[in-house]
């Protein structure tokens, strides 16, 4: 098992910036893909980024391409905030390797372990 937790969140500006971390511990010598997803408020959680273990492969939603950047420490970057980016967000690990990043962006129930989360709240 992974333990995952994540830190930075908080309340930025729109338009603003904000790094997340998570750290990760135990049995991290077997994670294939670390992810985030986010849940606002009212609304499923959502896929918003993931990467390799390795680095070799990174994606990202279509709502936070160009603004949002995994971190080689598996942090998340988000620059130019918006409202919209508000929720909370969550790292995840999985640890078995037999997905692609794009089938596991899709498939929320295959991954193995989940810190608690963090809020990011974008005022206007």
């Known amino acids: 098992q992974v333990q995952l937790v994540e830190s930075g969140g908080g309340l930025v500006q729109a338009g603003g910036s904000l790094r997340l971390s998570c750290a990760a511990s135990g049995r991290t010598r077997y994670i294939y893909a670390m992810g985030w997803f986010r849940q606002a408020l009212g609304k499923a959680r959502e896929f918003v980024a993931a990467r390799t273990w390795t680095g070799s492969s990174e994606i990202y939603s279509d709502s936070v391409k160009g603004r949002f950047t995994i971190s080689r420490d598996n942090g998340l970057e988000m620059n130019n905030v918006q409202p919209e980016d508000t929720a909370v967000y969550y790292c995840?690990?999985?640890?078995?390797?037999?997905?692609?990043?794009?089938?596991?962006?899709?498939?929320?129930?295959?991954?193995?372990?989940w810190g608690r989360g963090t809020q990011v709240t974008v005022a206007i």
């Open positions: 995840a690990a999985e640890v078995h390797g037999t997905l692609t990043l794009n089938e596991l962006a899709t498939r929320e129930e295959r991954w193995d372990d």
